[in-house]
């Protein structure tokens, strides 16, 4: 008799092999995740909390690859955790704004907000041109700086075809500035001249992260910081026309004669709209303020998981190769604005 010969079963092979691929993200976002929860233990402590929960991932991701390197096997889910997670937290990160609260604050806070935006981008960009500072990098820390700092940067980033290197370094440089920014105003805040109301304004039209704004508006007291995070929400709202914009203008530099007379073949960020799509959520008051918080913190940690996975995958020799000019920019991108910040309260108010 003659003994058939059994083939193994696709389907069990693909079975096997699907739950082989699933495991391989594993590794890389459990390291990823563990440094985002101590990263968010460091910010506990009163001088980190400046710098907020991301910045610190983003440092011990650097610091992790330079003592101990990557692991064998943890690419795939770093990878993951710096692209996917990232987008996740950008379209969660919408459920922090109110269209509304911002409407109802007036439209010399909207026109606020438009003026220091338009000024940073178009001042910091040309300056950029002028120091010969490379265009990607000069794009990204405009926009760190304009709109709000590593959100605002690496949003854009893939948008625009930034390295990882660039992205971080960007990040960097703002988390740098906006630290030493928020620790100035508290100590300046008495030599300003500015009621809290005002103060609140200065801060949030001025300081780089949310995190810089909420340390920055203590001095003043629960006005001060109130009024600096609405103003700050203010430019985080208007993160979505400026990143369409820049992903049009600085899409690779390669742009034909097609992309640029038909607006269907422009870049659009699906991930952009997702955070639209949740602004608008929260807008309608349909959500219980227990779950927009849940929401909130969600945003950050899956940003902060990403930022670690965005440290893991640079070098500390690409920090080398910043250059003089690339942190001259920076300074006086966010001195500019610091001065004009000055001069739209004193007309404003």
Known sequence: MQIPNIQPSPLGTTAVSDMA???????????????????????????????????????????????????????????????????????????????????????????????????????????????????????????????????????????????????????ACIAILGTIGAVFYIFLYPYFGLDPYTYGVFAGSTLHELAHVIAAGVPGGDISSETAILVKLGRVALLIPVALLLSYFYRTGERTEAVKKSWRNLPVPWFIFGFLAMSMVNTTGLLPSSFIHFLITASVFLMSIAMAGLGLSINMTDFKKVGRNTIVLAIVGFVALTILGQVLVSVFY
């Open 21 to 171: 691929s699933w495991k391989k993200p594993l590794k890389g976002i459990a390291l990823t995740a563990t440094l985002a929860v101590l990263a968010g233990r460091i910010a506990e402590a009163p001088f980190f909390s400046i710098m907020g929960i991301m910045i610190i991932s983003i440092m011990l991701g650097v610091l992790w690859k330079s003592v101990m390197d990557v692991p064998v096997g943890a690419s795939i889910g770093i990878t993951f955790s710096s692209k996917f997670l990232l987008r996740a937290g950008i379209i969660l990160m919408g459920v922090r704004l109110n269209f509304n609260q911002i409407l109802n604050a007036g439209m010399r806070v909207v026109l606020i907000d438009i003026i220091v935006i338009a000024f940073t981008l178009i001042t910091m960009i040309f300056l950029g041109k002028w120091l010969r500072v490379d265009k990607t990098l000069g794009v990204l820390i405009a926009v760190g700086t304009a709109v709000c700092g590593a959100a605002a940067i690496v949003a854009v980033a893939p948008l625009i075809g930034a390295k990882k290197e660039q992205t971080a370094i960007s990040v």
